[in-house]
Every structure is written in C-alpha cells, then in structure tokens.
C-alpha cells in the first residue's frame, strides 16, 4: 500500500516565478493538508481541502493556492515567488474524521 | 510566540539513558500528536493522544496527555541510536472535529551518543 506520495522531490526556482507541487494521498484518504516548514522550525499549516473544496487556511497569503481532484490528490501552487518561500513543503493526508494526517516526503522548494 | 512550546529545544543522551521531551500549550488540546522526522524528510507518526489523562506506549516510547489538556510528555526508555532524529508535537486546537490542520511545535533535535 502506497502511502503519501509528493512531486517533485526538489525544485529550484527564481524569484517571480510560479511553482506547482503535487501530492498524491495515502489509498483510501480524502483530506489534504499542506504545510510549509523553513529551516529549523516546525511545520506551519497552509490549507487543506476537502471534497475538492479548500476547507481551512492557515495564515497563509493568497499567492498560495490549491486544488484537490475527484480522485483526492491535490496540488499546490505559488505564484510570484518570494525568497522567503524557499523550504521543504509537506503533503498529509487523512481521512475526514480519521484524525491522524499522514505525511509524504516533501518537496524541497529551493527560490534563488 | 509561539502557540505550542516544546522543550527542550536540543538534547545530547548517551545512549542507554532515558528521556523526556515536553510539549506546553497555552490553549486546550483537542488532539496531541507526537511525529518523528529525520533531517530535511517527511514526518512519521508516532502516536495520538486526545482525552485528558491519556497514556500510550510503543515499544519504548510512552506518551501523555495531561488532565487539563494543555501538555503532553514523550518519554524514552533505554535510548538507542535508532531514536536520534526531531520530535515534533502537533496539535489540534479547534474544537469542531475532524482532521484539522495542525499547529507544531518546533521540534526538538534528539542525538545519541554511543
């Protein structure tokens, strides 16, 4: 059983431009989280969506957006892309009222 | 600051000792997670805790959740290099149900010293 499964695994980028990432969830899962964790600190929560609908955000600007398919995996997408958003984004899912997330490996997300 | 202290930031244990990381929110806790992550990779789920006075054991970690729901403590018996890595709790702070997003702490750096 496969579990989380995120792409790309590292990704460089230059200021201004626009990046998309993408989570594949746990079989069986409905619910995608995204989280992004900067060097040294603990993971900050983006969104999360389900039923194909963004369902919580985090304080998160709207540069960064998302999308969740019929078949429950999602993407990730940051527009106009700043130096502080270099670090490893984090895909977890879960079911709805399962409670425990699930993480996948993570995308490192390098902006020069 | 931040919303979930945990502590201490760093710990250097040889191995064979034992451990405790603690976990201090300011807000009840609806759902206290305990992951593990090893440098720069994903994080792997250790253990959920969600009614006051919780305890749960695997292999030779042990978790709690206090009465008032506000910390929690993870606690390693005999320490060995395969536990070295960053422990993070996670926590869920709404009280609607379901799976929320959770807010983390900032981990603590765990080395073992053989």
């Known amino acids: 059983d496969a579990g989380v499964t995120q792409s790309p695994t590292h990704l460089i980028k230059t200021r201004g431009q626009q990046v998309t990432l993408r989570c594949s969830p746990k079989s069986g899962h409905d619910t995608v989280s995204w989280y992004q964790q900067a060097l040294g600190q603990g993971p900050q929560f983006i969104f999360q969506?389900?039923?194909?609908?963004?369902?919580q955000r985090g304080n998160f600007p709207d540069r960064f957006s998302g999308h969740q398919f019929p078949n429950y995996s999602s993407e990730l997408n940051v527009n106009a892309l700043l130096l502080g958003d270099s670090a490893l984004y984090l895909c977890?899912?879960?079911?709805?009222?399962?409670?425990?997330?699930?993480f996948g490996a993570g995308t490192r997300l390098s902006v020069l | 600051s931040q919303e979930l202290e945990q502590s201490p930031q760093s710990l250097i244990v040889q191995e064979g000792k034992n451990l405790t990381i603690n976990c201090t929110s300011s807000k009840t806790l609806y759902g206290l997670y305990w992951y593990k992550q090893k440098y720069g990779e994903g994080l792997i789920f250790l253990m959920m805790?969600?009614?006051?006075?919780e305890e749960k054991s695997h292999e030779k970690i042990t978790a709690k959740l206090d009465e008032k729901k506000q910390q929690s403590s993870l606690h390693i018996t005999a320490s060995q290099p395969s536990h070295a890595g960053i422990y993070l709790c996670?926590?869920?702070?709404?009280?609607?149900?379901?799976?929320?997003?959770?807010?983390f702490g900032k981990g603590t750096h765990l080395i073992i010293q053989p």
């Open positions: 977890a899912s879960s079911l709805m009222w399962g409670h425990i997330q699930y």
């Open positions: 805790l969600q009614k006051g006075g």
């Open positions: 969506y389900y039923e194909e609908e963004e369902r």
């Open positions: 996670g926590a869920d702070m709404n009280s609607g149900g379901g799976a929320d997003g959770l807010t």
